[in-house]
């Protein structure tokens, strides 16, 4: 006997389906087919009205004015592909398949978390008249923005959960970490029309430390719950 | 028969006929994989279920035009890992052997038609022993891409794992497999 002749071994005959199996086919009802894409597009849709929202009671920063058009605009899409492009390879397939590219989105949200805390312990932040700086004295003091960005990277990790229930035989914290990712970068989205505080400290690491926290949040929590019995 | 896209497609549209067919079409496929890697005939039957099941209230993740086979096996996969994590029993003990021959009758006793010759159970049980001592990753590559026949990115797919990560695997385990043969392999 070789491997071959094990590889040749006729198939086993399966039992029947058994009664809880039967039962369940019974009444089987028609479900929707998961929609990746349609899917997608509500995440980031629901997100950003949620975000729209957030900022609305936290306040965009009074100050935006005084603060040079292309840093608004390149820092804050920036955030925003950082979120758009973990989210799409979490829930959006190759064609033919059923399981996200989950790798993929490992990767990329490792390179968003690190990158946006390299980008803001690295970057020149531009400052308005409101701007402050809190610097490692008072680098506790700004755990407010942890807090915001990370309840804003709630809903976006939370729908994409629901969305991928069943989908994720193997791979889920990885794509649970790439859900927090994109979660945590659209935090740091609103964290960067809301927060005035210009030092490096606090951008790289409470502002990407987001990013990081909700990555790692998510790998732990939303496999369990997301996991079909 | 039909393809098994074309049966997930018309089950999440609640044909149970198709979800039948389907449970036909692959169990077999499914009981043997499971087989190799649970050792014992009722651990695989009872997996073979669960797994159904978990495909039956997962169903709404599927996409249309998609090929539900690996998902399907992935599905088995964890199951079987659940299950082995669960009950504390290491997929390689050695103990295990009273469970082989039944093991070696289920996969030997039904000739579908599709092997000329049916293997001495006897045999297959010494080679499902030597399968058994593999390290579990090593064990499930063997079994997926040389007793399976599926290609290496399927496998790695099933299996969550990468390509270059399930070819090392494959190839490492089919050469302590071939050793422990006695180099027949």
């Known amino acids: ?229 | 028969m039909a393809e098994p896209k074309d049966l997930m497609q018309r089950y999440v549209d609640g044909d149970a006929l198709a979800f039948r067919e389907l449970y036909t079409l692959m169990a077999p496929r499914l009981l043997g994989y499971l087989m190799k890697m649970a050792r014992t005939r009722a651990a695989a039957d009872d997996l073979l279920q669960q797994t159904f099941l978990k495909v039956h209230r997962a169903r709404a993740a599927y996409i249309r035009g998609a090929d539900p086979v690996p998902w399907i096996y992935a599905i088995a996969h964890r199951t079987f890992l659940d299950h082995a994590r669960a009950t504390k029993r290491a997929i390689v003990r050695v103990g295990d052997e009273d469970e082989l021959p039944e093991v070696a009758a289920g996969l030997g006793g039904a000739p579908d038609g599709s092997s000329d010759e049916v293997p001495d159970p006897e045999a297959l049980a010494a080679a499902l022993a030597a399968l058994g001592k593999l390290p579990e990753q090593q064990r499930e590559a063997v079994v997926l891409v040389k007793l399976e026949g599926k290609s290496v990115a399927e496998a790695a797919t099933i299996a969550g794992t990468s390509v270059g990560a399930m070819k090392v695997r494959a190839h490492r385990g089919y050469e302590a497999l071939r050793k422990l043969l006695g180099g027949r392999a």
């Not at chain 1, 086919?25 to 349609?38: D, E, K, N, Q, Y």
């Open chain 1, 1 to 229: 006997m070789n491997v071959d002749d094990l590889a040749k071994a006729p198939l086993p005959t399966p039992p029947p389906m058994s009664a809880a199996l039967e039962a369940a086919i019974v009444t089987l009802a028609p479900v929707a087919p998961r929609r990746p894409l349609r899917q997608l597009a509500i995440l980031v849709g629901i997100s950003v009205v949620y975000g729209a929202v957030v900022l609305a009671l936290v306040h965009v920063r009074r100050d935006l004015s005084q603060i040079p058009m292309a840093w608004i605009v390149g820092a804050g899409l920036a955030w925003f592909v950082g979120f758009i492009v973990p989210a799409y390879l979490a829930t959006v397939p190759a064609a033919g398949a059923i399981i996200p590219r989950w790798r993929a989105a490992a990767i990329v949200a490792a390179i968003v978390a690190v990158g946006f805390v390299i980008f803001g312990l690295t970057m020149p932040i531009p400052a308005g008249s409101l701007s402050d700086q809190f610097g490692w004295p008072r680098f506790l003091h700004g755990h407010t923005c942890l807090e915001i960005g990370l309840a804003t990277a709630l809903v976006p990790v939370v729908a994409g959960a629901i969305f991928l229930r069943g989908a994720l035989p193997v791979g889920a914290r990885w794509t649970a970490a790439a859900l927090g990712a994109a979660g945590g970068c659209f935090g740091g989205c609103v964290l960067h029309f809301h927060c005035y505080i210009t030092d490096h400290q606090h951008h790289g690491l409470v502002h990407g430390g987001v990013v990081v926290v909700a990555a790692l949040l998510s790998a732990a929590i939303v496999p369990r719950a997301q996991r079909v019995a």
